[in-house]
């Protein structure tokens, strides 16, 4: 079975500081999929980033980074010098390849405050 | 501004009231998705339809009646909720269902209260 956990459930950040939100997932496929998606309080899921299994290069994009570390089974993120805009709940998901990319199965999600 | 459309943003409905939720795409998506999300839960799938076919339904109560009239359009029938629905229900759409290079596209979601 597929799971994705994130542990950090509310974290607070002071503006410019950089904040990592942690996601670490468990599946038995090779092949697998994994995504970040932001829903800021209006309420609509916001597409990230998409990864594949094969693909652990890590990307950044620009205050975004991700690093994919197949040998602990994580998908960080990282926002650099973090701003208000980015507060928002952050859900980590993950789709397995015999089933496409769905269901999603996402993580509890990690709602990310930035006091200014 | 996101590209699946949903409407009402909002909802109000007593428990004997039927109603429908709406959602519109026009990417070309051939797979639509309902979840239904409560508060500070993550989103959970109700439904899947591809090509305009429900292929996926993740046991939801027959109180919830999706409907997919064509590829662009995607609907959500409710009639004798409970209050325990009350949640945010969004709907998403990709290229097609399966497809590894196609990610979920939500919507803003409508907030529905059952009184």
């Known amino acids: 079975a597929q799971k994705v956990t994130q542990a950090q459930t509310e974290i607070s950040v002071v503006e410019k500081e950089d904040v990592t939100l942690d996601c670490v997932y468990e599946?038995?496929?090779?092949?697998?999929?994994l995504f970040w998606y932001k829903q800021p309080p209006s309420g609509e899921l916001v597409f990230l980033i998409r990864?594949?299994?094969?693909?652990?290069q890590n990307e950044i994009s620009g205050r975004y980074s991700w690093n994919f570390q197949k040998s602990t089974s994580s998908f960080n993120f990282t926002i650099t010098a973090s701003q208000v805009v980015d507060s928002a709940v952050y859900f980590c998901a993950l789709s397995e390849a015999h089933t496409g990319n769905t269901p999603l199965v996402f993580g509890k999600g990690t709602r990310l405050s930035v006091i200014a | 501004d996101t590209e699946v459309t949903q409407t009402p943003k909002h909802l109000v409905m007593g428990m004997t009231n039927k109603k429908s939720l709406k959602c519109e795409q026009h990417?070309?998506?051939?797979?639509m998705y309902w979840y239904k999300q409560k508060a500070k839960k993550p989103p959970e799938l109700m439904f899947v339809y591809s090509y305009e076919k429900l292929s996926i339904n993740e046991s939801v109560p027959s109180r919830f009646s999706p409907e997919c009239p064509n590829s662009s359009l995607l609907n959500l029938h409710l009639h004798a909720l409970q209050p325990e629905d009350s949640a945010l229900y969004l709907c998403?759409?990709?290229?097609?269902?399966?497809?590894?290079?196609?990610?979920?596209?939500f919507g803003n979601g409508t907030r529905l209260t059952v009184t």
């Open positions: 990864r594949n299994s094969f693909d652990e």
């Open positions: 998403a759409s990709s290229l097609i269902q399966g497809d590894d290079n196609s990610p979920l596209h």
């Open positions: 990417m070309g998506h051939r797979a």
């Open positions: 599946t038995r496929d090779t092949t697998y999929y």
